[in-house]
């Protein structure tokens, strides 16, 4: 029982140490600074009342005393209202509209990219070269190993004559072979987990699950994604929403105005006096349109210039994502070639490794035959390996920059 419970403890403690990438990128993305802040509840309520009226209270007084040279006699006015009032635009062009569809942009760009691209390719690239390290260390560890025991028994062997001098010089070259090619894959894990734990927060070396044989799941989205582009796509809607906010002022535009309230007034002729109060309202719709625009034409032309260098520039920097995309993709595919020719390549290494341990064994071949073939064949896997983690990094930088 105390074993079945040790075991478990040691297993719950290595699934903890697992770490996959979809894990890291969350994790990075929680320690990463953030570009943008998230949209506040406060900044959603303010998009949602653009939409109402513009509501204010108006507090008004007045005094005067005005001299009547006709009735020699001065007229005293004393007065105050308070009112309610509201201005509803119900025809702009579409300039508020606009305004508030680039916020929107702004607050969704907030909200849905977390990681930016300079990050997310560096934890990529740390992500895949400690996986690449670890499971190439897998392949060849097994190698050193059984080697590394056939240099330590080779002494006693030697000793009693089962071996010659040269077969034990053979077996620690080998030995030593293999301990270099795991002493440098040794080095390049270290190196991409102190990355990824820098980019994670992780406390230790966490171990990166992968299954590089999984295809990655993409986006059949006619859309491309990138910081340089989201971001002057942004730029866009703000210069068309300048544009059109210009253009409005400079065009037809009906209003919808109101107010209501109370109001009191006191005043005295000669000795007459009287007060009252009463309430106070009224309603306009007011149309307006310019007749000569003046100064709004230079205005005009500026947010044209504005928009259309906007524009421009989005263009330019969707052409090289373009780019950028269709070479991954090329990537990919060429990969994909190539891993199936290494994987034919790595069937006949092991098939030829079989034939030497068996010509080794029955006396027939060096074992430095063995070493040689057994040390191609760790080559063409950790090959393997490396093409399946190209071809997987490439995958994902194209599910990132066409996902919907």
């Known amino acids: 029982m105390r074993l079945f419970v040790l075991l478990s403890i040691m297993a719950s403690v290595a699934a903890a140490n697992d770490l996959t990438f979809d894990q890291a990128v969350s994790l990075a993305a929680a320690r990463a600074p953030a570009a943008a802040a998230a949209p506040l509840a406060s900044d959603l309520a303010a998009l949602r009342r653009s939409r109402w009226p513009d509501v204010r209270l108006e507090v008004a007084g007045n005094t005067s005393r005005t001299l ?28 508020m509209n606009a305004r508030r569809a680039a916020v929107e942009a702004k607050m969704r760009r907030a909200a849905e990219r977390h990681l930016d691209d300079a990050r997310f390719a560096q934890l990529l690239d740390a992500f895949g070269e400690l996986v690449l390290a670890q499971k190439q260390e897998e392949v060849v560890r097994p190698f050193a190993d059984r080697w590394a025991g056939e240099a330590d028994r080779s002494p006693a062997l030697l000793a009693s004559g089962d071996i010659s001098n040269l077969t034990a010089t053979e077996r620690r070259e080998a030995a030593l072979g293999f301990r270099a090619s795991l002493l440098e894959l040794e080095a390049r894990r270290v190196d991409a987990a102190a990355r990824l734990r820098l980019l994670t927060g992780a406390s230790t070396e966490p171990r990166a699950v992968l299954d590089v044989a999984q295809p990655v799941a993409g986006s059949a989205s006619g859309t491309i994604h990138d910081d340089v582009v989201d971001a002057l796509n942004i730029a866009v809607e703000e210069s068309r929403a300048r544009f059109r906010e210009v253009s409005a002022a400079s065009g037809f535009r009906a209003t919808l105005s109101g107010f209501g ?20 309202y009224g309603l306009r719709v007011l149309f307006s349109y310019p007749l000569l625009r003046g100064p709004n034409e230079l205005s005009l032309a500026e947010a044209r210039v ?25 990537r990919r595919e060429a990969l994909g070639k190539r891993i199936a020719l290494l994987r034919q390549s790595a069937d006949l290494s092991r098939q030829r490794e079989e034939s030497l341990r068996r010509l080794v064994s029955g006396g027939v071949r060096s074992s430095a035959d063995l070493a040689q073939a057994e040390s191609e064949t760790a080559r063409r896997e950790t090959d393997l390996l490396a093409a399946q983690v190209d071809q997987w990094k490439a995958a994902l930088l194209v599910a990132r920059m066409t996902a919907p």
Do not use: K, M, N
């Not at 330019?316 to 993709?329: H, I, P, T």
């Open 306 to 330: 504005d928009l259309e260098q906007s524009l421009r520039r989005r263009d330019e920097a969707l052409d090289a994502a373009r780019a950028r995309l269709s070479e991954l993709r090329l």
């Open 261 to 280: 309230g109370v109001g009191a007034a006191d005043s005295r002729f000669r000795d007459v006096s009287s007060y009252g109060a009463s309430s106070v």
């Open 68 to 95: 009547d040279l006709f009735s020699e006699g001065p007229f005293e006015v004393r007065y105050a209202t308070s009112s309610i009032a509201f201005d509803y635009s119900l025809w702009d062009g579409g300039a």
